[in-house]
Each structure stands twice: as C-alpha cells, then as structure tokens.
C-alpha cells in the first residue's frame, strides 16, 4: 500500500510562499500514478490545486495556476507544492495524493497538514 506523508511549516505569513514536501513509501513516483495536491479550507469543500504525472507532465487548477508550481524529486521519492503571494483565505488543510487512473479519485492519501496564513 502506498503510503504519502506531508511536511512543511505550520505558519506562512502573508505574502509568503508556502512550500510544502509529500514524501511517497511503498510506490515510485516515476513508474507509475497522478501525484495530487488537494487543500481543504476551514469549513469549504475539497480543492484539486495541482498534480504531477509519473513522468512529469505537470496540471494546475486554473484558479491556483499563476500561483502555484509543483515539482518533483526522483531520488528522494518526494513532490512538492509551492504557493506564492499567499492570503489568509489559503489557510487549510494540504493533502498529498495519488491516483492509479486520472480523473478516477485517488487511492491513497496522506494525513494532511494544517497551514494558516497569519501575520
């Protein structure tokens, strides 16, 4: 079973970039899988932000795309999420995922991490 763990800082200050890790056990990001970032603000629905395919081909939401780049290390097994000019309204929860067939839901998920966006 796959297994993704999140990491990165708890606290951005406003207009910062928040930069945030996944790091993937038990699959390699480069053979196979859709690598997803997805938030869940205080209150609000999940948001898709992004993904990077198993061999490389990156997607933005077009909402989040002006600030947003995700990237990717092969030999650590790790993706990474960065958001720039954050406001406190991109306080919440990030999940890193994966999905075997794109558009088909992600099968496994990390725990998520809190984010606030606070001065």
């Known amino acids: 079973q796959v297994q993704l763990q999140e990491s990165g800082p708890d606290l951005v200050k406003p207009s910062q970039t928040l930069s945030l890790t996944c790091t993937v056990s038990s699959g390699s990001i480069a053979t196979s899988g859709y690598w997803s970032w997805i938030r869940q603000p205080p209150g609000k629905g999940l948001e898709w932000m992004g993904a990077i395919t198993y061999d490389g081909s990156i997607y933005y939401s077009p909402s989040l795309k002006s600030r947003t780049s995700i990237s990717r290390d092969t030999t650590k097994n790790q993706f990474s999420l960065q958001l720039s000019s954050v406001t406190p309204e991109d306080t919440a929860v990030y999940y890193c995922?994966?999905?075997?067939?794109w558009g088909a839901g992600h099968d496994y998920w990390g725990q998520g991490t809190q984010v606030t966006v606070s001065s």
């Open positions: 995922a994966v999905a075997s067939i």
